[in-house]
Structure formats: structure tokens, C-alpha cells
């Protein structure tokens, strides 16, 4: 007959059993550089998941947004964004000499991201209650 003391050993050692194997590495965890160049891009969770699923890794913009609140620091896309904008800076042509010598090549004027930092008034809305 089962005795009240040995009952609760006997639970922990069923639970200990039967305890479901969980796996803590996602499957967005081999694809996590190519993620936070897209999110250094300013790709929405959205875009993101399109493109894993145009190369074969079916994801759902849900699964996206929490692996990117889990996994990745906003220094870390901070950081990418950097080296994409390093890496598209133009290079210099060494080696010619027409031109003006070091005078730099104008520069098209454009708008880029919006700054997540500024805040600003919004909208005036026309209100009769004053």
C-alpha cells in the first residue's frame, strides 16, 4: 500500500519522467545575422518573414517580431546599421588624374528613416469645446 510520505517522491520522480523535452534554440537562430541586417534595413516584421519565406523558411511575422524582441539589442541593430552605411559609402578612384583632385562628389539630398527619437506635435484637430 502507498504511503502518504513516499507519495510526493514518487510524483517528482513521474514528472521528472515524463517531463516534455523543450528545445531553447529557435529556428530563426541560424539566420539571425541575415534578420538583423533586415531589421538594420528598417524591414518590418512583416518583410521579414516574406523573405525567409521566398528561401524556404516558412515563419509568421508573429514568430519574427518575438525572436527580434528576445534576440537582438537595439545596439546590436544600431551597430548593423553602421556597417551598412559604411559599406555603402562610395569609394574614392585612385589612380586618375583628370578631374578636380580631392573635391568631393555632390551629393543627391534624401529623406531618409524617421527618427524613432523626435518627438513632435502631431496633427492640429479642430475642436469645438474650448
Not at 40 to 50: K, W
Not at 87 to 95: F, I, L, M, N
Amino acid at each position: 500500500m502507498l504511503t502518504l510520505p513516499d507519495l510526493p517522491n514518487r510524483i517528482l520522480e513521474d514528472a521528472k519522467q515524463n517531463a516534455a523535452v523543450t528545445s531553447s534554440r529557435s529556428r530563426l537562430a541560424p539566420v539571425h545575422e541575415a534578420i538583423l541586417f533586415y531589421r538594420a534595413g528598417y524591414f518590418s516584421y512583416e518583410r521579414i518573414a516574406l523573405a525567409l519565406g521566398r528561401h524556404g523558411l516558412k515563419t509568421s511575422p508573429t514568430s519574427v517580431a518575438t525572436y527580434c524582441r528576445c534576440n537582438l539589442t537595439s545596439r546590436d541593430i544600431e551597430r548593423a546599421r553602421r556597417a551598412l552605411a559604411e559599406s555603402k559609402k562610395p569609394t574614392p578612384p585612385t589612380g586618375q588624374t583628370g578631374g578636380t583632385g580631392n573635391a568631393p562628389a555632390p551629393r543627391a539630398s534624401a529623406v531618409g528613416p524617421l527618427d524613432p527619437y523626435r518627438v513632435g506635435r502631431g496633427p492640429k484637430i479642430a475642436r469645438d469645446d474650448y
